[in-house]
């Protein structure tokens, strides 16, 4: 099976200590490895304000974990670790690959035509510079 | 982008109706490049005599008032320029596409500010310029960022 990349952010009660959090990550990054998935990234972003209201809370503690899954029921496993988890108050998971996939291939075209435009000759200063060759494409077959 | 068109084009109604068939179909293929609109739009004004070329546009700047009040809160970009000859908008450009983004990033809610009303709303295209392919990308991070408290549903509490 294709591997699919994800974001996972989860949101704590502000009041937590960095210890519950600690070992809350800890028993999430057994289950990916468990389920032959990987951590690529495991950010904290501390203790900011919230746009809004979550359960009473105008803070949150922001935890980012960015996965590797191959097994379909990961992510699975660990919503539902999060929503059974007292300490955390919202979390949210994004199927990035396919984003990702996009954006590489819009890179690729756009490093294609970049490599493409200087042998076009002058292109890049308009209609004028654009013009040029070809005139000069049909003096040359005259 | 159909909307404004309309708007304007409608003080001019009850004496041409003719333009605005012609118009409408037109708008709808322009649609995703707002650029050669204040080009068509300018020949019909000119043509038509002066005494009511000054009306329409006299209406039509009324009714403009309020969307660009919201353009100043947002962007600045619409700066609406009106000559002798009749009215036309600076040429709006896709902030993405100058920054040659493929991807907008939810994570970063300051970027994404910029791009909602006081009150929350996604800012239209039409105030901001962005191509309807970065619309959408934008949308879409907005409504994610939205989901984990990173940015407001409505506005200030």
Known sequence: ?142 | MADETQKETHPEQPRSPEPRPQDQPRAAEAAPAPAPRPAESRPPEGGRPPREGRGGEGRGGEGRGPREGGAGAGGAREGGKRGRRGFYRKKKVCRFCVDRVDYIDYKKPEQLMTFIQERGKIMPRRITGTCSRHQRWLAEAIKRARNIALMPFGGAR
Request: proline share 3%; aromatic share 4%.
């Open chain 1, 1 to 142: 099976m294709d591997e699919r990349l994800y974001d996972m952010i989860f949101i704590c009660r502000p009041a937590t200590p960095e210890e519950e959090i600690d070992k809350l990550l800890a028993t999430l990054e057994h289950t990916v490895e468990e389920r032959a998935g990987k951590v690529e990234k495991k950010e904290k972003w501390g203790a900011r304000k919230m746009a809004y209201r979550v359960h009473r809370h105008r803070e949150g503690y922001y935890v980012l974990l960015v996965l590797r899954a191959t097994q379909g029921d990961m992510v699975h496993e660990l919503e539902r670790r999060l929503k059974v988890s007292d300490i955390v108050i919202k979390y949210m998971t994004v199927r990035l690959d396919e984003d990702m996939k996009r954006q590489k291939r819009l890179a690729q075209r756009r490093e294609k035509k970049a490599s493409r435009r200087p042998r076009a000759g002058g292109r890049t200063h308009g209609h004028g510079g654009g013009e040029q060759p070809a005139a000069a494409a049909a003096q040359a077959q005259q």
